[in-house]
């Protein structure tokens, strides 16, 4: 498989050159890019999927410096992840046939090139068995995808793509560290010489927390998530797709097979896992929390990649705990939780994206406010759509569900053992999913409520169409990958367990009996099969009810529910902005977190641009005469795009905090009822907390 793996990377590279080649011609050129690209990623999958049914196959040759020998490594794991970028990569390909039309000026020859280099690059990454060439794979990965992100050439663009390219060499500066640690200990910068090594304990702390803060970074966790909702959306949206459903999972990759592999034989602390969960809990809810006060359709998805990257933290964490405990059934659980996530995620997203893509691309805005009334005009979008954001929403039987249900059972088994800290902290990371995935429903009510339905609220709307044929086949693709990894979780899930067991080296757990998954030794089972029958069964009897009782009484339908019942007034429709208001007044301590931690990203990039020059004033990353910020966004030349999430530097919040804290205070008394309610809630909790310390 490793054979065919590298023909997909030959591949790759042949079609980016003749893409370029053939730039002049543009339709020649972007059918080269998107046939080869497709080949390419069919040869990926096929060798990918192929490598979770064999054992490894480990081949090195020569390199060009003693340190440097070439040396690959294809294992399950590393399948997995080759299987799901392949798929991802497949469908933005197809998508961008009828897409990338729109980006001639841009040039559709540059375009081919790097996106056919970035995904060879993402595979060599997960490949790589050498310190020195997983790095090289790695920078390679982030200056292609920073090219992508930056092909609009505005100044939205350029500040989001130096914005990410930062975030991505303190990335890497963090994981290099890690590896040259374990590096000087082994004598060596083959990933074969640390597996044999059993680390001093001090090492290896060391070396995982630097490498799961480096790969955080990729991956968006907070607080390194900053980069997300300013380089996605400016992005190509089948490029977008690819960052968030692939590039940014090659983070978990890192993060497992530094735990798992490299330090396999020194074992792990169960410090590490509480890490990883604790991580992951905070990211989940920041990052659904976040992403309910956005407006702009790409962004929201953006933040919703931070939530889902919790939830995969969540699992993977337990697995970490689970293995260094000496628990191999939660060890099992965990990580297949997280792996599961993992390709469910790259699909649902990949779709939610394509989605958002179509939208762009039929009326030239991202802004919800300006959109309704879609789902008339584009069905297959507004299908797909749907589907994605209940599969994104954990809403049964899609795959979102199945993922997720492993993540709990995980949690509140682990929950239920260990010693009282222990206890907080998984009960802790229960609430946190809990909550993350109630907001997610409501965020994807809005998305998809205030975008498809109701009427027309912009001229862009009312002249919008259904997407190409290329366009809606690669959304067809990813739903129907989203409900059969869903439907078919009985049959997945063992399989998934297979892979869980060869990364933990112990015997498989059985998760599948026929249509039926069964989680912590049969105690608790589900069957998606079931529930869609049941759904099913449900939902039609109710809606024959309804149009029976209606026709009875004559009542005719009429679609006035996101017009809040005046149909005739579109300023009573309900509009992004009022969608989950309630909540976002709530926890805005929470949205004023974001202006700092984003601050510090902005601080960030401000002092590497001034010290390489690229910035004549403060807070411009773009020369004053860029275009708008997208050759899309024609709505913010007219001043109704929504307006950017502010950020303030971080040496502001340092010399306010004392001004802040006396304000929080005099807030103690507020006369909210909403306060008081959070304080007797806190006062519970503290009590409760002291009750079990002192048992």
Not at 97 to 124: K, T, V
Not at 410 to 417: K, W
Request: charged share 10%; net charge neutral; with cysteine.
């Amino acid at each position: 498989m490793l054979q065919i793996i590298l023909l997909s990377l030959g591949l790759s590279c042949v079609t980016g050159m003749l893409s370029l080649a053939a730039s002049k011609a543009r339709p020649v050129s972007k059918v080269i890019a998107c046939a080869g690209g497709m080949g390419a990623a069919v040869l990926s999958f096929i060798g990918g999927v192929g490598a979770l049914f064999q054992t490894a196959t480990y081949v090195s040759w020569a390199g060009p410096l003693p340190f440097a020998n070439f040396t690959l490594l294809l294992n399950p794991l590393a399948g997995l992840f080759i299987a799901v970028i392949a798929a991802l990569a497949f469908a933005a390909w197809l998508y961008g046939l009828a897409y990338f039309d729109e980006y001639y000026e841009a040039g559709i020859g540059p375009i081919g090139f790097f996106m056919n280099l970035f995904i060879a690059s993402m595979n060599l990454v997960i490949l790589a068995d050498n310190a020195f060439w997983f790095l090289v794979f790695f920078e390679l990965m982030s200056l292609t995808s920073y090219m992508l992100v930056i092909v609009d050439q505005t100044e939205k663009s350029l500040r989001g793509g130096f914005l990410y390219l930062i975030m991505a060499h303190i990335g890497f500066l963090m994981i290099a560290l890690s590896f040259f640690s374990m590096a000087v200990c082994a004598g060596s910068l083959e990933f074969a010489a640390f597996r044999g090594l059993a680390f001093v304990p001090s090492v290896a702390t060391i070396a995982f927390v630097l490498a799961f803060f480096g790969f955080g970074a990729k991956a968006g966790v907070v607080p390194f998530h900053s980069w997300l909702p300013q380089a996605h959306p400016a992005a190509p949206s089948n490029v977008s797709a690819l960052m968030s459903g692939g590039m940014i999972k090659i983070g978990i990759f890192g993060i497992c097979k530094v735990c798992f592999d490299l330090l396999g034989a020194t074992g792990g602390e169960v410090s590490w896992g509480v890490l990883v969960i604790i991580i992951g809990a905070v990211s989940s809810v920041l990052g659904v929390v976040y992403a309910l006060g956005e407006h702009d359709l790409k962004s929201l998805l953006a933040y919703h990649s931070v939530e889902n990257i919790g939830i995969i933290l969540l699992g993977v964490g337990t697995g970490i705990f689970g293995w260094a405990a000496g628990l191999p059934w939660l060890a099992a659980i965990g990580l297949l939780a997280g792996l599961y996530h993992v390709v469910n995620h790259a699909m649902f997203k990949g779709l939610l994206f394509l989605g958002a893509g179509s939208v762009l691309h039929a009326t030239g805005t991202r802004n919800m406010e300006v959109l309704g009334g879609l789902a008339r005009v584009m069905p297959w979008t507004a299908v797909c759509f749907l589907i994605g954001s209940l599969a994104i929403s954990a809403i049964p039987p899609l795959n979102g569900f199945v993922s997720e249900w492993f993540t709990y059972q995980g949690l509140i088994g682990a929950a239920m053992g260990g010693d009282v800290f222990l206890r907080i902290v998984f009960a802790f990371a229960v609430v946190a999913l809990a909550i993350t995935g109630a907001l997610a429903v409501t965020c994807f009510v809005k998305a998809f409520g205030v975008a498809f339905l109701a009427r027309p609220r912009s001229k862009a709307a009312e002249r919008a169409h259904e997407a190409p044929v290329p366009m809606v086949a690669a959304m067809v693709m990813l739903t129907a990958a989203c409900i059969a990894l869903g439907l078919g979780a009985a049959w997945v899930a063992p399989q998934m367990s297979d892979l869980v067991a060869s990364v933990l080296a112990a015997p498989a757990l059985p998760v599948g009996e026929g249509a039926v998954l069964v989680s912590l030794d049969t105690v608790s089972v589900v069957s998606p099969l079931v529930i869609a029958v049941l759904m099913v069964a449900v939902i039609g009897g109710c809606t024959l009810a309804r149009n029976a009782a209606n026709r009875r009484a004559g009542i005719k339908d009429d679609p006035q529910t996101w017009a809040c019942g005046y149909a005739a007034d579109l300023s009573m429709e309900t509009l992004a902005s009022t969608v989950g208001a309630n909540v976002k007044g709530f926890m805005g301590p929470l949205y004023a977190i974001r202006r700092v931690v984003n601050g510090l990203g902005a601080v960030l990039a401000r002092m590497v641009s001034r010290g390489l020059s690229l910035e004549k004033e403060p807070g411009v990353c773009a020369p004053s005469n860029a275009e708008p910020d997208s050759r899309y966004d024609r709505d913010r030349v007219a001043g109704i795009a929504p307006a950017p999430a502010p950020t303030v530097p971080l040496s502001h919040s340092v010399l306010s905090i004392v001004s802040d804290l006396g304000a929080a205070f005099a807030r103690l008394e507020s006369g909210d009822f909403r306060t008081y309610i959070v304080y007797i809630v806190g006062a519970l909790v503290f009590f409760l907390a002291l009750i079990i310390l002192v048992r």
